[in-house]
């Protein structure tokens, strides 16, 4: 559609700007400001104008004000024009009547909040805005998103405080009385009825013709002399601020603020007298469709994502499922509903993702939202988060959790009786409720939200699910489904030579397509039997490619052997950078594989490397630096790397045959949204596996409970904390809760046996066997009921989310620490904070077992000695001799994994200690990350026990310093969501020392003096900083608050 007039003046006039958002509204306000002072129009003359501005410039970007060069506006013709163009403005309308212009006013607003349907005009599979086109809110078509413009910031946007400021000094009247007369003036149009839209036309000169009225008649002609002398004086007047200081808060940012805040209590509004009543934007505010915009991209709605948002059962606030393929747009679905729980709602929201990176990534995309939004993002994830969480007076919280910690916070919630401020629940990838001991925890929490609060809407989507019907049963909800996907997908599987295409309607499931076309030499043939380069090379350097690998050696053979049969290709600069900042990451090492392969545009990815390695891999794969990845299926967990062609190497994950929702997930990353026309996967199988094929036919894989296989992480975990929460406390309410877990529901399926009500019992019995529960018969009942009341170590177990395997043993040996804790070094303290759940696939290098064993201080060779581990026994096998002495191979292992610790803690360097040990880097990352979360977890299970008091302020100085495994001086910076080691040091070595440094950044200053910074990066840096600190601030605030409030209950009061 054509830019609106509007629009299109206002970039002419200002080309620098990019959005539209209400920024435009504030600074158009400066500029107002300016001229009534000067002018000293009538008030409500000058009010009725304000409006009037704001409706033909629409609003435009929203980026901060506070980063702008005051010098930046000398010279600046736009905003010398612009205040021509409202002085013209003003002149030619000096004798209308003010209630018509608040009339023109109303029509705006109100046409932005009651424009239903009509908004969307819905083709093949887009709906378009259209209100913008009236509101002068189109984009124009060739704005970039993420370009040099986008922070360009004109006058207009940027218009310092100080000026206000000499403007005040001129004239007296308070900044108040204007705000007040504004919202007076606003607040009397959105109540009254009467609705005219100005027609864009009337009111916005046509683009072409610049800022200038077309006509003028002989008395606009005098005007305008006034206007060139109240041009010369402005200019005189800025050019004479440009000296002087900035304020610290700006008054444009007040008054966004102010417009903000009104939009969104309108939308509110809307959303209260009717359900069914759409606003500018799903009953948002229009500057959140800006936001999409500017932060995302996104320009419109996928034709699905409008009817999903649409539908009857989300406008009732249902619990809702849906389900589309991969890339198919879910995340925007899930946020637009967010959003409205945020701000029109005012309730807190739980968004659930699976993986800790993924709310790392999602706490960053998201800050900025909040930031512009006034709501805060709060981190669930590793050893972060609150519990309960922070009340706030003011603004809402999202929550953003993995399942762990996501629980952990419903937990908290319902044990403060809070549960009614959490208004809705977000899960991501909902099947993950069939995924081992985290299904469990998932299905656990789910289960508590609806049995306890009857007014939290979840939400749970998915690209993979089949038994729809259980999980609906489960969440008592509706679903929605769609097979879109914005590129087409076309599946292939290799059989020899031979590309067939997968067809479902045939007997094997594939049909012939075409021979593959290539020469190999015989060495080549026999480095590459599957023909792998052949496939590769019909897409790189053009197009980007990944193969998924069954493991992670072989994703890097792989890596290695195309590369070796390649030509170096384009942008080698670029790979130089890549490998120089993989050196930096790794203090000054790099992986022998990534340096041989990269200068071809080539890497593998997995679990390996560490989070900054592959941050930067992704990085350099996203921005087309590097054109192939062969990878492992950790790639295909939600992290949004498309490629033009994926190939599967094989149809197996390390030796399991491939899973259909593996596959789906895989292929799911072919195609380009908005690059592709199409997406292609092809699965390289071998004649023996032909039969196999037949999997494709085959549905998704049901998804189950989890409950009964995860025994202590499962069914007993969830029993101990109901009765802990106060949830049910006798064995009918248990009965009662269990019904409604996806177990009760999938019973029959689940247990032949024994029926849910035994196994409930027996989980009980269990329990009480365990010390964890206690039984009482309660005299007073005349039926004798028997409750359950909770041990202090049940207590403490389900508050320190405790594996019920682990929590005798953890209290043993905490209580022996009591007698003789040795303080000399951390060295006994990690050992109580190692995770229990990694001992098991640890195998110790005896000889390095032994090396790191003498070089320990006598008191921490005591350590050894109390925690259970003989010197002898090390010495034996690192000697290779027989053992007849028993040693608890868990202890051993456990030591050795806190010797790792140990070394980590004290050299801050991933690599030379994965060396030390021979353990690959992203192991002793992962172990250090598992470490610090269990960390937090003892410590919570410290926390409610008396006799542990000592714990708790040792545990939490151990938390803080395996949570940042860094030099003390990066940890502010490492607080903020997303900032890794490397990044840190390179911000810090850059001068920026504080959270506050980095929240008060100019992002294009950043760009400039961080390496391998880009514009978006540096954006969400900032945001995400400035989010970490409101959130900081708003906390320390309510603190005190809370401490000056004048209790009610004084004795001798009344
Ligand atoms: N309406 C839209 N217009 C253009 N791009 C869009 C639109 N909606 C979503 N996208 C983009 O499509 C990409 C994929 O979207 P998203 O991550 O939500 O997919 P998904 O359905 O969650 O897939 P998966 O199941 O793989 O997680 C993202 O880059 C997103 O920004
Ligand atoms: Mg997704």
């Given at each position: 559609s054509a830019p609106c007039p509007a629009r299109g003046r206002r970039l002419a006039a200002a080309p620098s700007r990019s959005l539209a958002g209400s920024g435009a509204v504030r600074n158009d306000l400066h500029v107002m400001c300016v001229l009534y002072k000067l002018c000293r129009l009538p008030r409500c003359y000058f009010g009725a104008l304000i409006l009037i501005v704001m409706f033909l410039q629409g609003s435009n970007d929203s980026e901060e004000d506070m980063f702008g060069d005051p010098d930046s506006f000398y010279g600046n013709s736009s905003f010398l024009a612009q205040v021509n163009d409202i002085e013209q403005k003003y002149l030619q309308d000096k004798n209308a009547?003010?209630?018509a212009a608040g009339e023109i006013v109303l029509g705006n607003l109100q046409s932005g909040i009651h424009q239903k349907k009509d908004n969307f005009s819905t083709s093949e599979n887009m709906v378009v805005f259209k209100a913008d086109k009236e509101e002068g809110f189109q984009m124009n078509e060739n704005d970039p998103v993420d370009s040099n413009q986008e922070l360009t910031v004109s006058i207009l946007d940027d218009l310092p405080s100080s000026q206000l400021l000499y403007f005040e000094e001129v004239n007296e009247l308070s900044s108040d009385s204007r705000l007040s007369?504004?919202?007076?003036?606003?607040?009397?149009?959105?109540?009254?009825?009467?609705?005219?839209?100005?027609?864009?036309?009337?009111?916005?000169?046509?683009?072409?013709?610049?800022?200038?009225?077309?006509?003028?008649?002989?008395?606009?002609?005098?005007?305008?002399?006034?206007?060139?002398?109240?041009?010369?004086?402005?200019?005189?007047?800025?050019?004479?601020?440009?000296?002087?200081?900035?304020?610290?808060?700006?008054?444009?940012?007040?008054?966004?603020?102010?417009?903000?805040?009104?939009?969104?209590?309108?939308?509110?509004?809307?959303?209260?007298?009717?359900?069914?009543?759409?606003?500018?934007?799903?009953?948002?505010?229009?500057?959140?469709?800006?936001?999409?915009?500017?932060?995302?991209?996104?320009?419109?709605?996928?034709?699905?994502?409008?009817?999903?948002?649409?539908?009857?059962?989300?406008?009732?606030?249902?619990?809702?499922?849906?389900?589309?393929?991969?890339?198919?747009?879910?995340?925007?679905?899930?946020e637009i509903i967010i959003l409205q729980e945020l701000l029109c709602r005012q309730k807190d929201v739980l968004m659930i993702l699976p993986y800790v990176a993924i709310v790392q990534e999602k706490i960053r995309g998201l800050s900025s939202f909040g930031v512009e939004l006034d709501f805060l993002v709060e981190e669930y994830a590793g050893s972060k988060g609150r519990f309960p969480p922070l009340k706030r007076r003011k603004k809402k919280s999202l929550y953003i959790a993995t399942i762990e910690k996501g629980h952990a916070l419903v937990n908290s919630l319902i044990e403060t009786e809070r549960m009614d401020d959490l208004g809705l629940v977000v899960v991501d990838e909902l099947h993950m409720l069939g995924e081992g001991s985290r299904g469990a925890t998932l299905e656990i929490t789910l289960?508590?939200?609806?049995?306890?609060?009857?007014?939290?809407?979840?939400?749970?989507?998915?690209?993979?699910?089949?038994?729809?019907?259980?999980?609906?049963?489960?969440?008592?909800?509706?679903?929605y489904t769609n097979n879109f996907r914005p590129v087409e997908l076309k599946e292939y599987i290799k059989i020899r030579d031979t590309i067939y295409a997968v067809d479902s309607k045939t007997e094997n499931g594939f049909t012939f397509s075409r021979l593959l076309n290539f020469k190999y030499s015989s060495n080549l043939e026999k480095a590459d039997p599957d023909h792998i380069i052949a496939l590769v090379t019909e897409v790189i350097p053009e197009y980007s490619c990944l193969i998924f690998c069954p493991t992670k050696k072989n994703s890097e053979n792989v890596a290695s052997m195309v590369c070796k049969y390649l030509k170096k290709l384009h942008r080698e600069k670029e790979k130089q950078d890549l490998i120089q900042n993989l050196k930096n990451i790794g203090n000054g090492s790099i992986c022998p594989v990534l340096k041989q392969t990269i200068p071809f545009g080539i890497a593998y990815h997995h679990s390996g490397l560490t989070?900054?390695?592959?941050?930067?891999?992704?990085?350099?794969?996203?921005?087309?630096?590097?054109?192939?990845?062969?990878?492992?299926?950790?790639?295909?967990?939600?992290?949004?790397?498309p490629a033009r062609r994926v190939i599967l190497r094989a149809p197996y994950v390390a030796?399991?045959?491939?899973?259909?929702?593996?596959?789906?997930?895989?292929?799911?990353?072919?195609?380009?949204?908005?690059?592709?026309?199409?997406?292609?996967?092809?699965?390289?199988?071998?004649?023996?596996?032909?039969?196999?094929?037949?999997?494709?036919?085959?549905?998704?894989?049901?998804?189950?409970?989890?409950?009964?296989?995860?025994?202590?992480?499962?069914?007993?975990?969830?029993?101990?904390?109901?009765?802990?929460?106060?949830?049910?406390?006798?064995?009918?309410?248990?009965?009662?809760f269990m019904c409604s877990t996806l177990l009760g529901v999938q019973q029959q399926l689940l247990s032949n046996e024994k029926s849910l009500s035994e196994i409930t019992k027996d989980g009980i019995e269990n329990l009480i066997e365990k010390g964890l529960l206690?039984?009482?018969?309660?005299?007073?009942?005349?039926?004798?009921?028997?409750?359950?009341?909770?041990?202090?170590?049940?207590?403490?177990?389900?508050?320190?989310?405790?594996?019920?395997?682990?929590?005798?043993?953890?209290?043993?040996e905490l209580k022996k620490g009591l007698e003789?804790?040795?303080?000399?070094?951390?060295?006994?303290?990690?050992?109580?904070?190692?995770?229990?759940?990694?001992?098991?696939?640890?195998?110790?290098?005896?000889?390095?077992?032994?090396?790191?064993?003498?070089?320990?201080?006598?008191?921490?060779?005591?350590?050894?000695?109390?925690?259970?581990?003989?010197e002898s026994f090390i010495t034996k096998k690192a000697s290779g001799q027989a053992i007849r002495k028993n040693v608890d191979s868990a202890v051993v292992n456990r030591l050795y994994l806190s010797f790792v610790l140990y070394a980590l803690l004290r050299e801050t360097n991933i690599w030379s200690v994965s060396e030390k040990f021979n353990m690959s880097r992203g192991y002793v990352q992962n172990l250090l990350n598992s470490a610090a979360s269990f960390a937090s977890c003892v410590l919570h299970f410290c926390e409610e026990l008396e006799e542990f008091w000592v714990y708790k302020a040792l545990l939490t100085e151990l938390t803080k310093q395996l949570t940042y495994c860094v030099k003390t001086e990066l940890i502010p910076l490492m607080e903020v969501a997303g900032v890794l080691e490397a990044r840190a040091k390179q911000l810090y070595n850059a001068g920026y020392k504080t959270l506050a440094h980095l929240a008060n950044a100019n992002p294009e200053t950043l760009v400039k003096t961080v390496e391998h910074l880009s514009r978006r990066q540096a954006n969400q840096i900032v945001s995400s900083a400035k989010m970490l600190l409101s959130e900081k601030a708003e906390a320390l605030q309510e603190e005190v608050e809370e401490l000056l409030k004048v209790p009610t209950d004084i004795p001798g009061t009344c």
């Open positions: 009547d003010i209630k007369s504004i919202s007076e003036i606003r607040n009397k149009f959105v109540s009254s009825s009467s609705v005219k839209i100005r027609s864009p036309s009337s009111s916005c000169p046509d683009a072409e013709h610049g800022n200038r009225p077309t006509d003028f008649s002989s008395d606009s002609k005098c005007d305008l002399l006034k206007a060139e002398s109240l041009k010369d004086h402005l200019k005189s007047a800025m050019t004479g601020n440009a000296k002087a200081q900035t304020l610290q808060v700006s008054k444009t940012k007040q008054l966004k603020e102010a417009v903000l805040s009104e939009e969104i209590c309108v939308a509110r509004k809307a959303i209260e007298s009717s359900s069914a009543d759409i606003g500018p934007f799903y009953g948002l505010p229009s500057k959140v469709k800006d936001l999409f915009r500017q932060f995302r991209g996104i320009e419109t709605l996928y034709e699905w994502q409008h009817a999903c948002l649409m539908l009857e059962s989300l406008q009732q606030r249902k619990n809702l499922i849906y389900s589309l393929p991969t890339s198919g747009g879910k995340t925007l679905v899930a289960a508590k939200i609806l049995y306890t609060s009857k007014n939290t809407q979840i939400i749970g989507m998915s690209a993979t699910l089949n038994n729809v019907g259980d999980l609906q049963k489960f969440l008592q909800a509706e679903y989070n900054d390695e592959r941050k930067s891999i992704e990085e350099a794969y996203s921005t087309g630096v590097l054109c192939l990845l062969a990878c492992t299926a950790t790639l295909a967990a939600g992290v949004n790397l030796n399991d045959f491939l899973k259909k929702s593996q596959y789906k997930q895989m292929i799911g990353r072919a195609g380009r949204a908005g690059i592709d026309s199409a997406g292609e996967s092809i699965l390289i199988v071998q004649e023996k596996d032909k039969h196999l094929v037949i999997f494709t036919k085959l549905p998704l894989e049901n998804c189950y409970s989890s409950l009964l296989v995860e025994l202590t992480k499962g069914i007993q975990s969830l029993l101990l904390s109901l009765v802990g929460l106060k949830i049910a406390v006798t064995h009918e309410e248990m009965d009662s206690k039984e009482r018969t309660s005299a007073k009942d005349h039926d004798s009921k028997r409750t359950l009341t909770i041990t202090l170590l049940g207590k403490a177990t389900y508050k320190g989310a405790i594996d019920l395997a682990y929590c005798n043993l953890l209290y043993r003789g804790l040795v303080l000399e070094s951390n060295l006994h303290l990690l050992y109580l904070a190692t995770p229990y759940d990694m001992t098991f696939n640890c195998s110790p290098d005896w000889m390095v077992y032994l090396r790191q064993f003498n070089q320990l201080s006598a008191a921490e060779q005591k350590v050894v000695d109390i925690v259970g581990v003989p």
